[in-house]
């Protein structure tokens, strides 16, 4: 006996294809939730109320209206994880310090690292983790020759003891462009890169956006 098999109604194909569109949305928004960040211009909190609602009990103008408004959300969110520092600044490097309470190797002090340490070849190119501005670029106190930039979100990146800076304070940068030379200046033992991350001016872990970066990579949500 065969069993009959009714052919799919345009309101299943688009529920199908609704779902598909929640899986990505609910990718994004649990970007900016792990990295408890809020989102410019963005109600992440309407978003998981749409989610919530199901689509099946949907008349079908309801359903193109709801598919429709999806789109719109997934588009947005899309251009606001572009300008989130989800890459790492150098292309080879590993992490010789990581964030957290340390003992300072110059100083021998018990301190608080607000930041990673990267080390790499030497001269190892840095990029900007993200499309943003430029406020500071030049000599800092203990962090040498150091770039800082701010994005979108109310995240700012800095790049510490450089060996040459590539941009001038005011320059708008995109990601991956070339802003310096990997270096030992200001306090520090051995070259390397001191990459920090800040949220409302509270420094957090960078690892914790690489990570996700490398995730999003993996799930080709973000170009490599």
Do not use: C
């Amino acid at each position: 006996i065969v069993p009959f098999i009714a052919p799919r109604t345009n309101k299943l194909k688009i529920i199908h294809f609704t779902n598909k569109l929640d899986l990505e949305i609910l990718q994004l928004v649990n970007v900016f939730k792990t990295l408890k960040l809020k989102p410019d211009n963005i109600n992440i909190s309407e978003i998981d109320f749409l989610l919530s609602q199901n689509s099946n009990m949907n008349s079908d103008e309801e359903l193109i209206e709801s598919t429709s408004v999806r789109f719109q959300y997934l588009e947005e969110l899309k251009n606001a994880i572009v300008f989130l520092p989800l890459k790492p600044p150098m292309q080879y490097y590993y992490v010789s310090s990581r964030y957290g309470m340390r003992i300072h190797p110059k100083t021998k002090k018990k301190q608080m690292h607000h930041g990673i340490d990267m080390a790499g070849t030497w001269q190892e190119e840095v990029r900007a983790s993200a499309g943003g501005y430029v406020v500071s670029a030049g000599r800092n106190g203990s962090f040498g020759k150091s770039i800082r930039i701010v994005h979108k979100h109310g995240v700012t990146t800095l790049y510490g003891h450089l060996h040459k800076l590539n941009v001038k304070k005011g320059q708008y940068v995109k990601e991956g462009q070339i802003i310096g030379k990997m270096g030992a200046t200001g306090r520090v033992v051995g070259a390397h890169l001191h990459y920090e991350i800040k949220v409302k001016n509270k420094s957090v872990n960078p690892y914790n956006f690489i990570s996700v970066g490398r995730d999003l990579i993996s799930s080709s949500m973000l170009k490599d």
